[in-house]
């Protein structure tokens, strides 16, 4: 019963501006604003951990400075607290391969890995990321060499409008850095929470296959 | 999303030092964002509690086991003692939401997520759960809804993981500033009887410090109805526990949810099975016995049925039995 709204309350574009109380226009103004203002924001040294038994330190709800590991750089984002590893991503460091599709959770399109583990960068916030390894699908090839799943992704025509693609293949690349030699039900698994509405699944599964069989491309 | 102050806790009595009134502590997020993303929830303060170490591990022992609130439903479904021993524990995990989802979500959180019923996710509706004087279900789209105790508020609870939790007499400690105290999570949730804006007794600034499943050498299966294969919140969900003396059962425990405003304890159909063999007919009797004093809405009836096959399938797959019409 995901994704059912009750009668009469369907998204329109203008109630999304009221409930989340920003529009992406208004929110891209203020990301301007950002560079402008640097010195204005907390500076931290990675991420803020206080010692010690009693309250521990606050940060925001201004901006923060970030130190965030991404794709083997270390980067400095200056975001508040309430932005989410995504927006950090696509607004603030301009990856924008990492797509957002639902905002909450249930689709599967803003995968990255920390560390080896996929996780919704939508339902993560940039200040929670902490000293993990973010990879996006931008961090997969070494230059020009294509990580093996992006290979087999193209080999296998595993994508239609590509929407769901960055995902899918980040989902994909981490299971087999966890799972080298995975079954078609592992497989299956590992994509389950990705949504694909061209569905390309059966090509998917075959790019994995063969991927995982050193026969990418 | 409204704007907030943050605040990581390194252990438990500095998350219980920095809460105030106004904030929330948050474990994986996954609910605390979709709340805040929806305007349901609007703390000023986070206190992140996901870095407190100690608090993310499993151990097992001869008295049972013990979870921290930390652990990832990831955890709880690949852990090799928890699949062997809490069967039920383990297969209700991995049916939980995606794989995303489950590596960031905690059982803590899990447990303490607000319910997804439309009309109380939505802003435009102010129910009887958001201090609103009706609940909108009763009326209205109630096809995912309550079938017992469903006429102050017609939530369902939504935790998959407190459904064998509770099946197997799993406690909650609970710590706060002014100390710990343990409760069997079948007291835990409560009825919107009692009080309708809440959905546990968890008081303001108290933390779930661990999750105890006492060992036992029951039997237990767990199921999972949902409309689609993949995954989905469920329709209908069940675990079964069954102590077993020889092939007599000396307890049964069945748990059923998507049914009421907290797990359901589906105590006439224990009834059915305590001091008998189970058997295609027993399991029947106890799956109809469940159903018997169900009160459904206008549009949720559909779930008699799918909760009386799956009641009676997965009582005979705790005892180790195929139910008839069902590939192995
Ligand atoms: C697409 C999708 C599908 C889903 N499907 C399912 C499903 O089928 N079944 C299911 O059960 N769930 C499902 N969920 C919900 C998901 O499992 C929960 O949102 C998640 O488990 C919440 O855990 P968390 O650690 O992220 O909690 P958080 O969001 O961090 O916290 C939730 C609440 O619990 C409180 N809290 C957290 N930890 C503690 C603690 N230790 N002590 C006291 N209070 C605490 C927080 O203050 C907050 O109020 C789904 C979610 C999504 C996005
Ligand atoms: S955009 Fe994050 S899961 Fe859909
Ligand atoms: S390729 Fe179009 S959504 Fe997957």
Not at chain 1, 32 to 40: E, H, L
Not at chain 2, 29 to 44: E, F, H, N, Q, T
């Amino acid at each position: 019963m995901s994704e059912k709204l009750p009668p009469g309350s369907d998204s329109s574009p203008s109630q999304d501006k009221q409930k989340h109380g920003t529009t992406r226009r208004t929110f891209l103004k203020s990301a301007g604003i950002v560079s402008a203002s640097v010195a204005g924001a907390e500076m931290l040294t990675g991420v803020p951990r206080a010692e010690g038994q009693e309250q521990a330190g606050a940060v925001g709800p201004g901006k923060v400075a970030l130190k965030l590991r991404v794709n083997g750089e270390v980067r400095t984002v200056n975001v508040e607290p309430r932005t989410t590893l995504a927006e950090a991503l696509r607004d603030e460091l301009h990856l924008t391969g990492t797509k957002v599709v639902c905002d909450r959770g249930s689709c599967s399109a803003c995968t990255v890995m920390l560390d080896k583990t996929p996780v919704c960068s939508c339902m993560t916030l940039a200040v929670d990321v902490g000293d993990r390894n973010v990879t996006t699908i931008e961090g997969l090839a070494h230059g020009e060499d294509l990580h093996p799943i992006q290979a087999a992704f193209i080999e296998h025509d595993a994508l239609q409008c590509g929407f769901c693609t960055s995902g899918m293949v980040i989902s994909c690349a981490s299971l087999l850095e966890r799972n080298p030699k995975p079954s078609a039900d592992d497989v299956r698994t590992a994509i389950s929470g990705n949504i694909c509405r061209c569905a390309t699944y059966p090509r998917v599964l075959e790019a994995v296959v063969a991927a995982s069989q050193g026969k990418g491309a | 999303m409204n704007r907030f102050d943050w605040v990581n806790a390194n252990s438990v009595d500095q998350a219980l030092a920095s809460v105030t009134d106004e904030s929330s502590f948050k474990a994986g997020g996954v609910d605390l964002l979709d709340l805040m993303k929806d305007g349901i929830a609007s703390p000023s303060r986070l206190v992140n509690i996901r870095q407190i170490s100690g608090l993310d591990q499993i151990s097992e022992d001869d008295k049972g086991l013990r979870i921290g609130p930390l652990v990832t439903l990831t955890q709880i479904e690949e852990h090799p003692a928890v699949q062997k021993t809490y069967a039920a524990l383990s297969e209700a995990a991995s049916r939980i939401a995606t794989p995303q989802i489950r590596n960031m979500a905690t059982v803590g959180g899990n447990l303490v997520q607000r319910p997804r019923c439309w009309y109380f996710r939505s802003e435009d509706f102010h129910c009887r759960k958001k201090g609103g004087t009706h609940c909108f279900a009763q009326d209205g789209e109630n096809d995912y809804h309550a079938i017992f105790d469903n006429r102050v508020c017609a939530i369902i609870h939504p935790s998959g993981i407190a459904v064998p939790l509770v099946a197997m007499n799993g406690r909650a400690e609970i710590t706060a500033k002014k100390g710990k105290r343990e409760v069997a999570l079948e007291e835990f949730f409560t009825s919107p009887t009692h009080d309708v804006h809440r959905e546990n007794i968890l008081e303001p600034g108290e933390l779930i410090t661990a999750i105890v499943v006492p060992a036992s050498e029951a039997r237990t299966a767990y199921y999972k109805q949902g409309e689609k294969e993949s995954f989905d919140w469920p329709i209908a969900d069940v675990a079964v526990s069954l102590a077993m003396q020889g092939s007599r059962c000396s307890k049964a425990s069945i748990v059923l949810g998507g049914a009421a405003p907290y797990p359901y304890r589906a105590k006439a159909a224990e009834a059915k099975l305590n001091n008998s063999e189970i058997t295609e007919d027993s399991a029947r009797a106890a799956a109809d016995a469940a159903m018997a004093n169900a009160t459904p809405l206008e549009k949720n009836a559909y779930k008699i049925p799918i909760f009386e096959a799956i009641v009676r399938r997965t009582i005979l797959r705790a005892a180790g039995m195929k139910a008839e019409g069902v590939a192995a």
